[in-house]
């Protein structure tokens, strides 16, 4: 016990310092955990957002959208299809839709087709120069395509493609190709040697190696360039603009915003729809791959 200003004190007992001190613990604990929320908070804002906008937009009545008195951030006045029946009755949205996915489809199935086995052969083969090779390969994509399309312009023009699909087809995997290669290459040199060397002992050559031990447990490099192609083909306006004008032979990514986009005059209800419509299906698809996704540009494999 001690005196205090004429006051007797009796000193904590070790019960009570240990509650204290557990108290205090677990203040931090809440302050931590609350900041942890605040700031995941503040991320799930910035990432919903936007959709959250393309939908208000999307079925925003135009009398709504364009009374800057209304309140920005939800109905006013009853919700309409208006923007939505205007696509698809007044553009040919549903041809460049159609026209996109056919587009990215014939892009990863020659992407995969050239380079898994590149990726392989430069991994596994010992081939003389592959490391040299393979940087080459790799700075390749980093060439930008506003320095490539005036001279795959003519190029497309001499085979005959302009204005058609294929041109963009063709000129797709020349971007897609050299960036898979080196990523699936990576990716290969994780497989376990001693995987191939027991197949080739079973009386598998490189080929069978590849088709029945390597590719199974490369998944996740595989559908990682799959993701990769397929996102570049349906993301890209520069060639799409460049290599295509017929309106029904316009990938999405082209035909929205060069139809729907007169002049000053923007018809923000259907654009905003077009996106919606185009961006959230392949975002909700992306979300089931994602582990093997971050797996695969990690280079991660189980051996």
Not at 55 to 60: G, P, W
Not at 233 to 249: N, R
Request: proline share 6%; net charge positive; glycine share 8%.
């Amino acid at each position: 016990m001690a005196v205090r200003e004429g006051r007797l004190e009796t000193a904590p007992t070790p019960l009570a310092r240990v509650a204290r001190r557990e108290a205090g613990v677990n203040r931090r604990k809440v302050l931590r955990r609350a900041l942890l929320y605040l700031g995941v908070l503040f991320y799930l804002v910035i990432a919903v957002f936007p959709i959250y906008w393309m939908v208000l937009t999307a079925f925003k009545n135009n009398l709504d959208l364009y009374n800057p008195n209304n309140f920005r951030l939800w109905f006013n006045l009853a919700p309409t299809w208006t923007h939505i029946h205007y696509l698809f009755t007044k553009t040919i949205f549903s041809t460049w839709l159609v026209n996109s996915y056919l587009i990215s489809a014939l892009t990863v199935a020659i992407t995969l087709v050239t380079a898994v086995p590149a990726g392989y052969a430069l991994a596994r083969m010992n081939l003389p120069g592959a490391g040299p090779l393979s940087i080459g390969i790799f700075l390749t994509y980093l060439v930008p395509s506003s320095l490539l399309f005036i001279p795959l312009t003519r190029l497309m023009s001499d085979l005959k493609l302009l204005n058609t699909i294929w041109a963009l087809v063709l000129v797709y995997p020349t971007i897609t190709i050299p960036f898979c290669t080196w990523l699936l290459m990576g990716f290969f040199k994780t497989v376990p040697m001693e995987m191939e060397e027991a197949a080739r002992v079973d009386g598998c050559g490189y080929f069978g190696a590849l088709l029945r031990i390597v590719l199974p447990v490369s998944i996740p490099g595989i559908l990682t360039a799959v993701i990769f192609a397929f996102t570049l083909s349906m993301q890209d306006f520069l060639y799409g603009l460049a290599f295509v004008a017929p309106g029904d032979q316009k990938p999405v990514t082209v035909g929205v915003p060069t139809e729907l986009i007169r002049g000053d005059v923007y018809y923000w209800g259907s654009l905003m729809a077009a996106a919606l419509m185009v961006g959230l299906p392949v975002a909700i698809l992306y979300n089931f791959f994602l582990d093997r996704f971050i797996q695969g540009i990690t280079g991660g494999v189980g051996k």
